[in-house]
């Protein structure tokens, strides 16, 4: 296991990924709910992902994910702070639509596809409004859905798909007006465990063969390692961001980041001992190991060992 930094083409390509413009930046952004109760879905949150950035954003459930991945997409406003994608700052942007049509596409939970329209009538529909014929509209809507790897089921309607093909033709729809990003907020969440893995094996393949950032919400660790940058949220802020490592090294950080990884790294070593029936100094011994492994892991949050 390589403890302290990533692989070698690991690094290169992130050295790769911050040589490319910045494709979204937010400076302290915050978004609260409610007058009473304030509820701070978003609590002063610094990013940067740059172009052709593959990464996940992690966290429990109200951690603020959807709150970050609708900002971004210019779904809401923040009560505070920037966000600027593509260049363009969200909070004084006079265009939303256009900028919601040209610039992102989405990738939602549900698919949200018309059930009267075909696969193919699907994807042309965030084409509409664009300065293109029918038969450009087409033949994009054809090139994309034989991207997704349904050429032979364009003209079924949603009905007549499986979940995972009409998530494919869901994210062919994202990639309709070509965006500067995608966001996906739990692409794999309605959908079993190989068909989610496909959908991701999709993502890798757009991201690698179009140059397409993509940003995935999961609350999944399987998922969110398949990406290459992990972001972790909790109570409305960032509270980790690291490159995807080794299956072991993620491991640990998953664990760090558990009730039990807590525990491990926040009680007294005389309590914990007695907690977990540990008596032998063999048994001792290894549990500093995990202990120090767990810390590293854990970007050296909770206490020193
Ligand atoms: N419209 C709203 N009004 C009031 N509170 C809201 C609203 N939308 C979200 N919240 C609150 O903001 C916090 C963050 O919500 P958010 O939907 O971003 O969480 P999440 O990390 O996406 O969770 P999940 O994994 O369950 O989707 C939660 O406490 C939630 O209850
Ligand atoms: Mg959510």
Request: with cysteine.
């Amino acid at each position: 296991m390589n403890e302290t930094m990533p692989n070698g083409s690991q690094a290169k390509r992130e050295t790769e990924d911050c040589e490319q413009p910045v494709v979204v930046a937010t400076y302290q952004l915050t978004r609260y709910y409610g007058d009473g109760v304030v509820v701070r879905a978003l609590d002063g949150v610094d990013m940067v992902v740059h172009k052709g950035e593959f990464l996940a954003v992690m966290g429990p459930s109200g951690s603020g994910k959807s709150t970050l991945l609708n900002l971004i997409g210019a779904l809401d406003r923040p009560t505070s702070g920037r966000v600027i994608v593509n260049g363009e700052d969200l909070t004084t942007i006079r265009d939303v639509d256009r900028f919601r049509a040209c610039t992102v596409g989405f990738v939602f939970q549900l698919h949200n596809l018309l059930p009267t329209l075909t696969a193919r009538e699907n994807v042309e529909v965030p084409m509409h409004g664009q300065r293109i014929s029918k038969s450009q509209m087409r033949r994009r809507a054809e090139h994309l859905l034989e991207l997704v790897g349904l050429a032979d089921r364009m003209n079924h309607i949603p009905a007549q798909l499986s979940g995972g093909q009409r998530q494919r033709v869901a994210v062919a729809r994202a990639l309709a007006n070509d965006p500067a990003i995608i966001l996906a907020d739990e692409p794999t969440g309605s959908l079993d465990t190989q068909s989610g893995s496909e959908i991701m094996d999709l993502f890798e393949h757009i991201n690698q063969t179009q140059g397409t950032t993509i940003l995935v919400v999961t609350h999944d660790p399987r998922v969110a390692r398949r990406t290459r940058r992990i972001l972790t949220m909790r109570d409305g802020k960032i509270v980790d961001d690291h490159p995807v490592q080794d299956a072991v090294w993620e491991d640990l950080r998953d664990l760090a980041h558990s009730r039990l990884g807590e525990m491990l790294l926040k009680e007294e070593d005389e309590a914990l001992l007695e907690q977990l029936g540990v008596t032998t100094p063999d048994g001792v011994a290894a549990l500093a190991i995990l202990r120090s492994w767990l810390w590293k892991a854990s970007g050296g949050r909770g206490e020193t060992i």
